[in-house]
């Protein structure tokens, strides 16, 4: 008997070490397997030094400690002094830290940024973490963690990192009832009607987690926005999360619906230009910051898709900003003020942030940011980057990417983002001549503003392993690295996360690599192909619908976005047509403008192209349409080919999971290929050429489709 039950808790134990359901992301700490290498940490890191004194240094060394037992097995005792330890964490000016680093060294650190520094104590090597800040600290405990998880050497040292961008954000699309618009990872995290009393443990680990890449602040709430939030019923939430958040460098912002001064101040307009309107503003940014002294500010969607704005006053979106940044500024407080703005007048969607920002630009208050999606129609697989980020030498622009997958597949589809991510970052604008990268205009550097951003709506829910998809994960984790180094490379930062995520093992990373890194182009190619943009179901945005035509905006229906004739298919956005391209830089437009010269992979966003038209590859576009459509279902399969290999690699539950959802991606890849090309056709009257796989529906079949509870929307 009692052998019997001894048995079924080995077992029961056993099931749990290797039960792997995503809930740890990347901070996992499993103990090394690899002995010689763990042997080397222990001794390497035999005796830790951390020096204390705020809440900040506390969650670092509570994390260095979780960090070393998990990795390492290791329980260390604080050491009595700096200099008889081999890792010395310290803040910066110090008697001891400044034989180590010069003045002018630690001056380049600025704030957040840390060192890594091998140095020799008493003829024994020893490892200084330090920083000028706290948070400097905390992050390079994060920095150092990840070393040890990515069996890195720590022999000689010699890190020294400053963040690219100021602001590293999340901006959560999440309702007060917990919907979250646009997620596909279930509720949101954040359980707004057991706060403030109920601290679920999962806001300290979001907490260190994004702590852990660097992102220092979240948006908590929807950008359609609902004034409740500001109400003290609710800001006694927001402020037990900015508890929470405060000691792992984290600032919490809120959406601010423009017409909260009707809704729940009693005033009869919300006018940015009247006195009553801008007093309210004043005395709610006053109240915000009794309850939350750090409280970083507001984010703003105004005059867009129906939300409220200046604009239902005749005034400026510069006026709406400027009065909220009037607000929030004797509280050091910053507006984040959406650039995403359309209305149904233009003759292109694609042009109208530009024209209605561009002639306001240096009109912003200083502490005013314009965010700007990466692209100038909406987080599509892939888009020419915004014209905005070329325009607004005046004003700081910071960048608005799109985590969730509203466009690329949803919560089932495995495409790492951060090759898109990195594709606008290196584009050149041409602002100040050549090499006026996007990067370059979003971190400051172009323009020399003093405030920087980088956001990204966030892919997370209340899912056991928060994003759905375990790769989902990859793209937080891509947004926080992104955003403090954007000159790391995409397949850096997936194989960093391979690592940690998954395992060490060079077969692993490789493939996994391998995998993520053909994911995007994927994605791309079977839904929208050389250019094409925006041809998903309408409304929910799940699966495709080249043919839908039904909303009342022209601009909201997928046959304005590709105006397929019989002629051939693509927007005309040259001087010909609606004539965007003149809102870029000449060199710039100088790339796009010739239809021979046109980087394909943007083709049809900007030319109206012959079926006839011949290719690169020397195909007909017709043609080439077919075979990129179906490199993208082949693509998906090889990834399903690459992962079966991993059986055994990793743990059982992950690779389950991934397997079923690749199975799904393969179903839904050969669905966008077959829906798209049998509707296409219709206008090319050509046949799929040969040897390709033909579609195994007829067109009406797809269109008959219809997905009534599609999750996000
Ligand atoms: C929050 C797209 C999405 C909307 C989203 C909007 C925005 O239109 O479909 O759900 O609304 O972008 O970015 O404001």
Sequence with gaps: ???????????????????????????????????????????????????????????????????????????????????????????????????????????????????????????????????????????????????LQTHQSIQALEIKEVPSIQLRILDHWDNLNRFVERGYAGL?????????????????????????????????????????????QYLEKVKALADIFRPYGIKVYLTARFSAPIEIGGLRTADPLQEAVRNWWKKKADEIYGYIPDFGGFLVKANSEGQPGPQDYARTQADGANMLADALQPHQGIVMWRAFVYSPDSDDRFKQAYEEFHP???????????????????????????????????????????????YLGQGTHLVFEAPMFKECLEADTYEKGKGSTVAKVIDGSLNNFEISGMAAVANIG?????????????????????????????????????????????AVVEKCTRIMMMSHEAVVNYMTPLGLHHIMN????????????????????????HRADTMGIGFDRTKTGSNALSQYAPAVQKQFEDIHTCNEKYLLWFHHVSWQHTMHSGRTLWDELCFKYQEGVDSVRSM???????????DRERFNQVNMLLAIQEKEAVWWRDACLSYFQTFSRQPIPEPLEKPKHTLAYYQSLSFPYAPGN
Excluded at 104 to 122: D, S
Excluded at 640 to 650: C, F, M, N, S, T
Aim: glycine share 6%; proline share 6%.
């Design 462 to 506: 209340n899912e056991i392993n928060w994003t759905n998809h375990p790769f989902g994960q990859a793209n937080w984790y891509a947004l926080g690295r992104l955003a403090w180094d954007h000159e790391l490379s995409a397949s850096q930062i997936a194989r960093e996360w391979i690592r940690q995520t998954f395992s060490n093992d060079p």
């Design 188 to 232: 949101s995290i954040w359980n707004w009607h057991e706060l403030p009393d109920y601290r679920d443990k999962r806001y300290t680990d979001y907490a260190r987690v994004n702590a852990s890449v660097g992102i220092n602040g979240t948006v908590l709430t929807n950008v359609n926005a609902n004034a409740n939030i500001l109400t003290p």
């Design 1 to 147: 008997m009692k052998k019997t039950v001894v048995f079924i808790i080995i077992l029961f134990l056993f099931g749990q070490v290797n039960a792997e359901n995503g809930y740890r992301l990347w901070l996992r700490y499993d103990l090394i397997g690899n002995q010689s290498l763990l042997q080397q940490y222990r001794r390497q890191l035999a005796a830790v030094y951390f020096s204390q004194g705020s809440p900040t240094l506390s969650v670092a060394e509570k994390e260095l400690r979780k960090g070393l037992q998990g990795l390492l097995g290791i329980s260390y005792k604080n050491s009595s002094g700096a200099d008889n330890a081999c890792l010395v964490i310290m803040k910066s000016p110090n008697n001891f830290v400044n034989q180590i680093i010069s003045p002018a060294e630690a001056f380049q650190l600025k704030e957040e940024g840390f060192m890594i520094r091998t140095f020799r104590n008493k003829g024994k090597s020893t490892i200084l973490i330090t920083a000028n800040d706290d948070k400097g600290i905390l992050y390079g405990v994060y920095c150092f963690l990840r070393l």
């Design 640 to 650: 399903q080919k690459i992962w079966k290999e991993l059986k055994g690699k990793v």
């Design 360 to 406: 306001l630009d240096g009109q912003f208050k200083k502490n005013v940011l314009i965010q700007v999606k990466n692209g100038p129609i909406d987080f599509q697989p892939r888009e020419p980057f915004s014209p905005m980020f070329g325009a607004m030498p005046k004003t700081p622009l910071m960048m608005e990417f799109q985590l969730t997958q509203e």
């Design 538 to 561: 309408n409304g929910h945005h799940y699966g495709p619908a080249p043919w839908a035509h039904s909303l009342p905006r022209p601009d909201w229906n997928p046959v304005y976005y």
